[in-house]
């Protein structure tokens, strides 16, 4: 197997900001973001294409991505041995999840084209057209530019808004003034340090009749104590994501939470995205695949799994104006590979400009 792996800047159609990147009352935000692809090419020809879209609340960027792929001996990866080449990834480091995300998505793609069938196929999944709706989320701002934004998403029937800096209630009633009864999913990013904080704000978001649950209220190191009390008297469904990682993580959050969010560069990819899913399922929890700022490589590898969610909220290739892939399309929030320009794997083909 040969590869190679590139550097590339997505540029966001808006500046983005959310509250653990920048603290109570906003900051100045970012206008690219920068993630990881990755082509593997075996003797035959046969190619996968992977992403890694790194978190800094994960201590994980590019560099230590592209540390870590730089320790990878390309030989020792097989599209016919899943299991045996995730082990090997597993020997060089016990974390590095957003990297080992960018090769085991790459991995897949390559099996699947390899079996001829889509990696949902080979997960044992379907995908059911017409199901599967994604949010589209809206990030901290001003109040004037929240509501612009709400307008721009008028053809989206699902909202999610970030939460968790100083105008929490004058950005609430922006998007309100021009969207005033559409779902809107809330995400506070551990924003609310206490659990009164956390209700409190719960039941000022209860009195908008319209919210379909809140994410993240507390940070994911607050007690077991504060989070199961906090559940107990919420009146809108919790879902867990910083506090989520991936499927070992099931017994932390199983009876403080009603639901998770699952991503695959927290899960190390479609393998551990898979796993995340089914233990919360199995355990009776809500599942959603989220997502970062990422091309339609990553957002493409977990619409194969969206057949195992409650909901989605994969819409970080939309908000990005350069993809450098083309994949499953998204009109009005509605995820489909109808159209998708490749067969099988992942069902993606290069776009203009990919790096890879
Ligand atoms: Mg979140």
């Not at 991995?107 to 997960?123: E, S, T, Y």
């Not at 599942?287 to 957002?299: D, Y």
Request: hydrophobic share 45%; net charge negative; charged share 25%.
């Amino acid at each position: 197997m040969e590869w190679i792996f590139r550097r590339f800047g997505l540029r966001l159609a808006r500046r983005w900001t959310i509250a653990s990147r920048t603290g109570p009352g906003g900051g100045p935000g970012t206008d690219e973001f920068p993630v990881t692809l990755v082509r593997l090419r075996d003797a035959q020809g046969v190619e996968g294409f992977g992403e890694s879209a790194p978190s800094s609340r994960y201590a994980e960027n590019v560099d230590s991505v592209e540390r870590f792929l730089g320790r990878v001996d390309p030989s020792r990866l097989s599209f016919h041995d899943l299991p045996g080449s995730r082990a090997y990834l597993d020997s060089l480091s016990p974390g590095d999840f957003a990297a080992k995300c960018a090769i085991d998505i790459a991995l897949w793609d390559g099996a699947g084209r390899l079996a001829g069938r889509p990696v949902h196929a080979l997960l044992g999944l379907g995908f059911a057209e017409g199901r599967h709706v994604t949010s589209f989320s809206i990030g901290l701002d001003t109040p004037e530019i929240i509501q612009e934004k709400v307008l721009e998403a008028a053809s989206y029937p699902v909202l999610k808004l970030k939460l968790g800096s100083l105008s929490d209630r004058e950005n609430l009633a922006a998007l309100r003034a021009a969207a005033p009864v559409k779902p809107v999913r809330v995400d506070a990013n551990e924003a609310w340090k206490t659990k009164e904080e956390a209700l409190q704000a719960l039941e000022w978001l209860a009195a908008d009749g319209h919210i379909e649950f809140v994410e993240q209220p507390m940070p994911a190191n607050a007690t077991v104590a504060d989070r199961v009390w906090l559940k107990e008297r919420s009146p809108l469904p919790l879902m867990a994501d910083e506090s989520y990682r991936h499927a070992e993580d099931l017994a932390a959050v199983r009876d403080s939470f009603h639901a998770v969010n699952v991503k695959l560069v927290k899960t190390g990819g479609i393998t551990g995205g898979y796993a995340a899913l089914k233990a919360a399922r199995d355990a009776g929890l809500k599942t959603m695949l989220g997502c970062m700022i990422e091309s339609s490589v990553l957002i493409a590898a977990a619409a194969h799994l969206a057949d195992l969610t409650d909901f989605l909220d994969l819409d970080g290739n939309l908000l990005i104006t350069n993809d450098p892939f083309r994949g499953p399309t998204a009109r009005a929030g509605q995820l489909s590979f109808a159209d998708a320009p490749a067969p099988h794997g992942l069902r993606v083909v290069r776009g203009e400009g990919a790096p890879v």
